[in-house]
């Protein structure tokens, strides 16, 4: 018998998909780097791991993506600078992402055939036990880490868990929605999922907020190289064929999500994170009233 509640140590993190959506900026710099208020997307996200004790992390990396790597490269010569220079905040705010030795492993995505085929990239660098993956893209903000919130439900569950938000139903056509038991719930087990359905055939307002946690079995699956929609390898129809032999649960976010891998979410975004950070929150509002102001935004449209 399987055991599907052993630790989460390792996360994925697919990071090379083609950004098409954020063009022209991400013509050469990768989404993940975009800077979200003071830090790249990718930063965020590992952040984010380590709040939830992952320790090991794995970029599943394609062309052109190599800065994403460098940026956790240790810099002793801008480490000096900064200390030579009295600059120790800025030297915190740098240090603050370090992945020790041995704990960053690269795999390439040769071409960029869906999300489920970019998970299965990794297989070998996971092994044969779960683990988390993370959309680089969907930023949370809340009290606790979205990665966290998880680990703590899986720590009683086990099996594999989907983070969720609610979105207004009308909307359901633009998101992957689940079918959970009890859709009042914080945490409920899922039935099913459906990607981008009809608001009228929507199991539920409950969209999938791309963060999973996942049990190696889903390597089997996605290794028979299916292609869904878009003729892309998709983790969704893995994940509805891993549900006949294993329990998903569904675990509500306790904050907000957005979507950067697009202009307006990404502009969102950084407006919600600058007002939450304790350096930038409250010049960050007085500039929003100047622009709040009636004749200014006439005078912008
Ligand atoms: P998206 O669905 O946002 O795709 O991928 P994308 O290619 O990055 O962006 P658009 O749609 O062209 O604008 C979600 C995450 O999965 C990764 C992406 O890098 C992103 O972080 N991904 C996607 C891969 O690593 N490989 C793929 O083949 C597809």
Redesign the pocket.
């Known amino acids: 018998m399987t055991d599907l509640k052993k630790p989460i140590k390792k996360a994925v993190?697919?990071?090379?998909?083609?950004?098409?959506?954020?063009?022209p900026a991400?013509k050469v710099l990768?989404?993940?780097m975009l800077p979200l208020v003071d830090r790249p997307l990718i930063q965020r996200a590992v952040e984010e791991a380590q709040e939830a004790g992952i320790e090991e992390f794995i970029f599943?990396?394609?062309r052109g993506?190599s800065l994403i790597t460098e940026h956790f490269e240790i810099q002793p010569e801008l480490d000096d600078l900064l200390r030579e220079k009295g600059k120790l905040d800025l030297l915190e705010r740098v240090s603050h992402s370090d992945i020790p030795s041995g704990k960053v492993q690269i795999c390439m995505?040769q071409?960029?055939?869906?999300?489920g085929?970019?998970v299965s990239?990794a297989r070998s660098l996971v092994g044969d036990e779960p683990f988390a993956v993370?959309?680089?893209?969907?930023m949370t903000l809340g009290e606790m880490g979205c990665m966290a919130q998880m680990i703590k439900v899986y720590n009683e569950t086990g099996g594999n868990v989907i983070a969720s938000s609610p979105v207004p139903r009308d909307l359901t056509y633009k998101y992957g929605i689940l079918d959970v038991e009890n859709e009042g719930d914080d945490v409920s087990a899922i039935r099913g999922m459906v990607e981008k359905p009809d608001p009228s055939d929507a199991p539920s307002n409950l969209h999938i907020i791309?963060r999973y946690i996942l049990q190696p079995e889903i390597f089997d699956i996605l290794d028979r190289r299916e292609k869904g929609a878009g003729g892309?390898?998709q983790l969704t129809d893995a994940m509805v064929s891993l549900m006949q032999d294993q329990p998903f649960t569904s675990v509500k976010l306790k904050g907000e999500t957005y979507d950067c891998?697009?202009h307006l979410g990404f502009i969102e975004a950084n407006i919600a994170f600058a007002l939450a950070d304790p350096q930038f929150g409250r010049e960050t509002q007085e500039i929003l009233k100047k622009y709040i102001n009636k004749e200014n935004l006439n005078a912008a449209a």
């Open positions: 993190f697919p990071v090379a998909g083609l950004g098409t959506r954020f063009l991400t990768p989404k993940e599943v990396s394609g993506k995505q071409r960029a055939l869906g999300l085929h970019a990239c993370f959309l680089v893209d969907v791309g892309e390898i891998g697009h």
